[in-house]
């Protein structure tokens, strides 16, 4: 029965495998690929790889550190004893439930495929481990320990379900797992005695920490710490004779702990469905994050007449907006109006500074968090293009209705936090660098500028999801992976160059038209008429852009897309 | 006048051509059945006529406009209804139709939506999130929004998917009625008895080829030749088997 386990286990791992490799011809995936790569290399592996000891991050392979992770082991193998868990249930996915659970296999079988299919994710995670600070496992002897770990925790999971069937319930397992820590520590504090001593009579701290490690090597702790010192072994081992003991050692706990799960017999098929529904659904939350509903109950913004299309795709993403993403735009707001309100009553000029300090670093983010944030436009929409496309409405107005709800809420914040700045330095009176936060000219500049600022930056980001809409729509496998990091970095680039490109003609408009105002005297009709230019290039920009994109959105055909992505 | 014209369609995704040449038109009235073996073109038919992608080739009239170039004209007068219901999360059933309602300028739509919840069993499941609606009701869902503005022009891909027994009688009346009342119905289905009930007429597509076009009687007398009546059915198993364009009806 085993060989179609293993035959599936690893032809899924290739087909992915191939799959992958396959997407890379596309010059889209190649380029993420690329970009995610070189990024890992130059961020992380290539520190990580150096043999020199200035730039080595690997921990030394020391008796203290075998300690800890031995402490760090037993805890775990302790604990998991106490989770509240006691259906027995092991995550399958969909496809593995309905072909394995009605076919003629054993459990044993099941659970045998269960650690099978763990292998190549494992492997990876060991792989980064090592790579992440535990060179001398050698990678292998993490796999082999982490497999192992695995292996007992899903011989708990089923013990709890063995358990609770011998009317053994949480509570139970609770107190005895309480009674069990607390013997430990009250072992370890009791064999450790003689240390403390020494501790509070020594005045050299050195030598305090230096003695630390002999808690460890009381015959006592030494018994406790056996199993969980063979798991450390072979993650961190001190000499390659260890690691190979370990490993071997490791194997044969991991037959023991498989036969003893396997012995249990206990049913876990129910559980196992709760369990992968549930694991799906985590899962499909994370990806989706800040695109659920929080707060069904909100009602929408207006009542919708017979008014066309525009307003009716503004008053839905509105209602989006608010029972999906409010909720981030509430607490952004509060928090800063708290740091307001404790900087007016405790009156202290250094926190005045900061305050109008953070006040000016949010305004300056906000045009790209807030649009992160709040997602309720295409980026939302497109997995149901179909539907929009056969809307009465042409393309351009589309996409600028689509944007309307989330540029509104971002302006509208973007603005509060700007006059609440300003508003801010102006009368506590900042006297540093940042009083010119509190000045008119740079209210009326700022306000004048944030429309269509937080405009264009929700506009690129739309302009990904019709240009690229194939990074905008991903399937649950491509949201791990180099190509996805390598997507975003890429978006990020290119959204930030954009941003930057599409600023420079106002700025080269709007920077001579300043002085020379200034030159004439700061009043606000004065700037606001020396803004308004560049605010008219940066409108015609958009307007550009908007009819560019109107005419992509007509002619995108992405159902096949969606049809794979969802 | 014809309420859908197709003029030699054919849609193309890099070098596969998914519909070649495809020609039909339905008048007011007029219930087409839309049939093929699975991948034959008819949902990339559909979605053509939809406006939800453009034809390589060819063109498309809704009421006399052009599907291309007089969008958002030929859009107001038709209702498309995907096989997979995708719904917007975030809106309530109430809230779906009103929003339709406002995308298509339904005036009195608070007169329209009662017996459209009615008429597709969704009033209990007004105040209702889709996330807590069966696939059934999603369909039922997006027909009540389809419904919604009268449309002239009807285009179902697969409309009984989900649908339970009552469902599916209450859609078949409903796609009658609206037929009666003068709108042009065009439906894909693998159900043959289903299109044989409801259509007059039924264009069938192979490898994105017409194989077959016309009024069903004529189709099935084509197929027996004189030698007995043959079912819908029959027909299309005897036609799709034999090589593209070797027969068509009219």
């Given at each position: 029965?085993?060989?179609?386990?293993?035959?599936?286990?690893?032809?899924?791992?290739?087909?992915?495998?191939?799959?992958?490799?396959?997407?890379?011809?596309?010059?889209?995936?190649?380029?993420?690929?690329?970009?995610?790569?070189?990024?890992?290399?130059?961020?992380?592996?290539?520190?990580?790889?150096?043999?020199?000891?200035?730039?080595?991050?690997?921990?030394?392979?020391?008796?203290?550190?075998?300690?800890?992770?031995?402490?760090?082991?037993?805890?775990?193998?302790?604990?998991?004893?106490?989770?509240?868990?006691?259906?027995?249930?092991?995550?399958?996915?969909?496809?593995?439930?309905?072909?394995?659970?009605?076919?003629?296999?054993?459990?044993?079988?099941?659970?045998?495929?269960?650690?099978?299919?763990?292998?190549?994710?494992?492997?990876?995670?060991?792989?980064?481990?090592?790579?992440?600070?535990?060179?001398?496992?050698?990678?292998?002897?993490?796999?082999?320990?982490?497999?192992?770990?695995?292996?007992?925790?899903?011989?708990?999971?089923?013990?709890?379900?063995?358990?609770?069937?011998?009317?053994?319930?949480?509570?139970?397992?609770?107190?005895?797992?309480?009674?069990?820590?607390?013997?430990?520590?009250?072992?370890?504090?009791?064999?450790?005695?003689?240390?403390?001593?020494?501790?509070?009579?020594?005045?050299?701290?050195?030598?305090?920490?230096?003695?630390?490690?002999?808690?460890?090597?009381?015959?006592?702790?030494?018994?406790?710490?056996?199993?969980?010192?063979?798991?450390?072994?072979?993650?961190?081992?001190?000499?390659?004779?260890?690691?190979?003991?370990?490993?071997?050692?490791?194997?044969?706990?991991?037959?023991?702990?498989?036969?003893?799960?396997?012995?249990?017999?206990?049913?876990?098929?129910?559980?196992?469905?709760?369990?992968?529904?549930?694991?799906?659904?985590?899962?499909?939350?994370?990806?989706?994050?800040?695109?659920?509903?929080?707060?069904?109950?909100?009602?929408?913004?207006?009542?919708?007449?017979?008014?066309?299309?525009?307003?009716?795709?503004?008053?839905?993403?509105?209602?989006?907006?608010?029972?999906?993403?409010?909720?981030?735009?509430?607490?952004?707001?509060?928090?800063?109006?708290?740091?307001?309100?404790?900087?007016?009553?405790?009156?202290?000029?250094?926190?005045?500074?900061?305050?109008?300090?953070?006040?000016?670093?949010?305004?300056?983010?906000?045009?790209?968090?807030?649009?992160?944030?709040?997602?309720?436009?295409l980026?939302?929409?497109?997995?149901?293009i179909?539907?929009l496309k056969s809307y009465p409405i042409r393309g351009d107005r589309l996409v600028l209705?689509?944007?309307?709800?989330?540029?509104?809420?971002?302006?509208?914040?973007?603005?509060?936090?700007?006059?609440?700045?300003?508003?801010?330095?102006?009368?506590?009176?900042?006297?540093?660098?940042?009083?010119?936060?509190?000045?008119?000219?740079?209210?009326?500049?700022?306000?004048?500028?944030?429309?269509?600022?937080?405009?264009?930056?929700?506009?690129?980001?739309?302009?990904?999801?019709i240009l690229?809409?194939?990074?905008?729509?991903?399937?649950?496998?491509?949201?791990?992976?180099?190509?996805?990091?390598?997507?975003?970095?890429?978006?990020?680039?290119?959204?930030?160059?954009?941003?930057?490109?599409?600023?420079?003609?106002?700025?080269?408009?709007?920077?001579?038209?300043?002085?020379?105002?200034?030159?004439?005297?700061?009043?606000?009709?004065?700037?606001?008429?020396?803004?308004?230019?560049?605010?008219?290039?940066?409108?015609?920009?958009?307007?550009?852009?908007l009819r560019f994109l109107g005419a992509q959105f007509d002619q995108i055909d992405i159902?096949?897309?969606?049809?794979?992505?969802? | 006048?014809?309420?859908?014209?197709?003029?030699?369609?054919?849609?193309?995704?890099?070098?596969?051509?998914?519909?070649?040449?495809?020609?039909?038109?339905?008048?007011?009235?007029?219930?087409?059945?839309?049939?093929?073996?699975?991948?034959?073109?008819?949902?990339?038919?559909?979605r053509a006529?939809a406006g939800i992608h453009p034809p390589?080739?060819?063109?498309?009239?809704?009421?006399?406009?052009d599907i291309v170039n007089d969008a958002v004209?030929a859009k107001?007068?038709?209702?498309?209804?995907?096989?997979?219901?995708?719904?917007?999360?975030?809106?309530?059933?109430?809230?779906?139709?009103?929003?339709?309602?406002?995308?298509?300028?339904?005036?009195?739509?608070?007169?329209?939506?009662?017996?459209?919840?009615?008429?597709?069993?969704?009033?209990?499941?007004?105040?209702?999130?889709?996330?807590?609606?069966?696939?059934?009701?999603?369909?039922?869902?997006?027909?009540?929004?389809?419904?919604?503005?009268?449309?002239?022009?009807?285009?179902?891909?697969?409309?009984?998917?989900?649908?339970?027994?009552?469902?599916?009688?209450?859609?078949?009346?409903?796609?009658?009625?609206?037929?009666?009342?003068?709108?042009?119905?065009?439906?894909?289905?693998?159900?043959?008895?289903?299109?044989?009930?409801?259509?007059?007429?039924?264009?069938?597509?192979?490898?994105?080829?017409?194989?077959?076009?016309?009024?069903?009687?004529?189709?099935?007398?084509?197929?027996?030749?004189?030698?007995?009546?043959?079912?819908?059915?029959?027909?299309?198993?005897?036609?799709?088997?034999?090589?593209?364009?070797?027969?068509?009806?009219?």
């Amino acid at each position: 029965m085993i060989r179609p386990l293993w035959f599936v286990t690893t032809r899924s791992f290739k087909n992915r495998l191939l799959s992958r490799l396959h997407k890379l011809r596309s010059p889209r995936y190649a380029i993420s690929m690329v970009a995610g790569l070189a990024y890992l290399w130059f961020f992380a592996f290539r520190r990580m790889l150096a043999t020199d000891a200035g730039r080595n991050v690997s921990f030394p392979a020391t008796g203290f550190g075998l300690d800890v992770i031995s402490l760090i082991a037993l805890a775990a193998m302790i604990f998991v004893w106490a989770l509240p868990d006691q259906g027995g249930g092991l995550t399958f996915t969909e496809s593995e439930v309905q072909f394995l659970f009605p076919a003629p296999i054993r459990r044993r079988d099941l659970l045998l495929y269960k650690i099978l299919r763990q292998q190549p994710s494992i492997l990876i995670s060991a792989t980064m481990v090592s790579l992440f600070g535990f060179r001398h496992s050698r990678v292998v002897g993490l796999w082999v320990a982490f497999v192992v770990l695995s292996i007992y925790f899903t011989m708990a999971s089923l013990g709890r379900a063995r358990l609770k069937a011998m009317r053994i319930g949480f509570f139970s397992r609770l107190l005895i797992v309480c009674v069990a820590t607390a013997a430990i520590v009250t072992l370890l504090v009791y064999d450790a005695r003689g240390i403390f001593s020494r501790w509070t009579q020594s005045t050299d701290v050195g030598l305090s920490l230096r003695s630390l490690p002999s808690m460890f090597h009381t015959p006592w702790v030494k018994t406790l710490l056996f199993v969980p010192r063979i798991f450390a072994g072979a993650a961190q081992p001190l000499t390659i004779q260890q690691l190979l003991v370990s490993c071997g050692s490791l194997i044969v706990l991991g037959v023991f702990f498989f036969e003893v799960a396997a012995k249990l017999n206990v049913s876990f098929e129910d559980a196992s469905l709760e369990a992968s529904q549930k694991h799906a659904d985590t899962t499909g939350n994370s990806r989706r994050l800040g695109r659920r509903v929080m707060f069904r109950r909100i009602p929408p913004p207006f009542r919708l007449k017979a008014a066309g299309p525009e307003v009716a795709i503004v008053w839905k993403n509105l209602t989006a907006a608010l029972r999906m993403s409010i909720a981030w735009v509430v607490i952004v707001l509060a928090i800063f109006g708290a740091l307001i309100a404790d900087s007016a009553i405790v009156g202290s000029q250094g926190l005045h500074m900061s305050v109008t300090a953070i006040g000016l670093m949010l305004a300056a983010l906000f045009p790209f968090l807030g649009s992160q944030a709040l997602r309720q436009d295409l980026r939302l929409d497109l997995p149901r293009i179909e539907l929009l496309k056969s809307y009465p409405i042409r393309g351009d107005r589309l996409v600028l209705a689509e944007i309307a709800a989330p540029a509104i809420i971002v302006s509208i914040v973007e603005i509060i936090i700007l006059s609440a700045t300003a508003i801010t330095s102006h009368v506590t009176g900042s006297a540093s660098k940042l009083a010119f936060i509190g000045s008119p000219e740079f209210i009326i500049i700022a306000l004048l500028f944030a429309i269509p600022i937080c405009l264009a930056q929700l506009l690129i980001q739309n302009a990904v999801a019709i240009l690229i809409p194939g990074w905008a729509i991903q399937s649950g496998e491509e949201t791990r992976g180099f190509v996805n990091l390598g997507q975003r970095l890429v978006i990020l680039g290119g959204n930030l160059l954009v941003l930057a490109v599409g600023l420079l003609p106002a700025a080269v408009v709007f920077v001579p038209l300043y002085l020379l105002a200034r030159r004439f005297g700061s009043n606000a009709f004065m700037l606001a008429m020396s803004t308004a230019p560049a605010i008219a290039i940066l409108l015609t920009e958009i307007w550009i852009a908007l009819r560019f994109l109107g005419a992509q959105f007509d002619q995108i055909d992405i159902t096949n897309e969606i049809d794979a992505a969802l | 006048m014809y309420s859908i014209e197709v003029v030699n369609l054919t849609k193309k995704y890099g070098s596969f051509v998914a519909v070649k040449d495809f020609s039909f038109a339905v008048k007011p009235g007029e219930v087409l059945g839309l049939v093929g073996p699975n991948g034959a073109g008819k949902t990339t038919t559909l979605r053509a006529m939809a406006g939800i992608h453009p034809p390589s080739e060819g063109q498309i009239r809704i009421c006399g406009h052009d599907i291309v170039n007089d969008a958002v004209e030929a859009k107001q007068r038709l209702a498309f209804f995907p096989d997979e219901p995708r719904l917007f999360d975030y809106l309530t059933v109430d809230e779906h139709l009103e929003f339709t309602a406002g995308i298509y300028r339904v005036t009195d739509f608070r007169a329209r939506v009662e017996p459209l919840l009615e008429e597709l069993e969704l009033k209990e499941k007004r105040k209702s999130l889709p996330t807590e609606l069966s696939r059934g009701m999603k369909q039922k869902l997006m027909i009540a929004c389809g419904f919604l503005h009268t449309p002239e022009v009807l285009i179902f891909d697969e409309p009984l998917t989900g649908l339970d027994p009552l469902g599916i009688r209450r859609m078949k009346e409903s796609i009658t009625r609206r037929a009666a009342a003068g709108s042009a119905v065009i439906l894909s289905s693998h159900l043959l008895h289903l299109v044989e009930e409801l259509c007059s007429s039924v264009a069938i597509i192979q490898n994105g080829a017409r194989v077959a076009y016309g009024t069903i009687d004529d189709l099935k007398w084509q197929i027996a030749q004189g030698r007995g009546d043959v079912s819908l059915e029959e027909a299309f198993l005897r036609i799709t088997k034999a090589p593209a364009e070797s027969g068509t009806a009219s």
